[in-house]
């Protein structure tokens, strides 16, 4: 498959997640609170490098792959590197954003509004202490979904979803900059015999 299928197809998995997200986020008011990025300053975030395919052909197109790669083979910080604090001491307030949302991973999707199952198979909510705290209403509605039975989606189900369009590529679970980094490479090396692919240039 080529890489612009490859990211069509992770897109239109994204288009569907998104849409899930958005109907339980509806259901229970389960929301990330306004200029919270406290999740995305873990230093220990993992992802795979299809998750970031997308990503990495948008900076390709735009002509900015080999920068972002040098900025990352760089940059020694575990932080992901689409993260921007709004104060220099990230850890002390956790406010800040992510610089490219729309091309966020799977992982950056899921976090806060999707299940995993526990060893005895049961769904329980991945989501952050914040919205545990604030949000107890909704944090409830979400718990009594889940014991429901209802649909809500599910990080196993999604990523061998991803495995299906690349097994390789999303069967690595790497530091997220690293994961970055391999799609970077990936992208860079499919293009490096290849005419440049012909498409309009994305804001
Ligand atoms: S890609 Fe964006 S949303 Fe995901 S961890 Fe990095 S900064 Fe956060």
Redesign the pocket.
């Known amino acids: 498959m080529s890489i612009v299928r490859k990211v069509r197809a992770v897109e239109r998995l994204f288009g569907r997640l998104d849409a899930e997200i958005q109907s339980f986020q509806s259901c229970t008011g389960l929301h990330c609170i306004s200029g919270c ?1 406290k ?2 300053t873990k230093a220990d ?1 993992e ?1 795979t490098p299809l998750e ?1 395919l997308p ?1 990495a052909f948008h900076w390709f197109i735009n002509h900015q792959a080999e920068a972002m790669l040098e900025q990352l083979e760089n940059d020694p910080s575990p932080i ?5 604090p709004l104060s220099s001491d990230l850890h002390l307030n956790g406010q800040g ?5 729309p ?3 799977l ?2 999707r899921l976090f806060g509004y999707g299940a995993s199952r526990d060893k005895f198979g049961e769904l329980k909510l991945v989501t952050c202490k914040l919205i545990k705290e604030q949000q107890v209403e909704s944090y409830e509605k979400a718990m009594a979904l889940l014991n429901q039975k209802e649909y809500v989606p599910v990080f196993t189900d999604y990523y061998k979803k991803l495995m299906q369009i690349d097994f390789k590529l999303a069967n690595q679970y790497l530091p ?1 900059n690293e994961a ?1 980094s391999l799609a970077l490479e990936t992208v860079l090396s499919y293009y490096a015999y290849r005419p440049f692919p012909r498409m309009r240039k994305v804001a």
Request: net charge positive.
């Open positions: 990025g999740c995305c975030i992802a970031f990503l992901c590197t689409l993260y921007a954003s992510c610089v490219n949302y091309y966020r991973g992982i950056c997220v970055i």
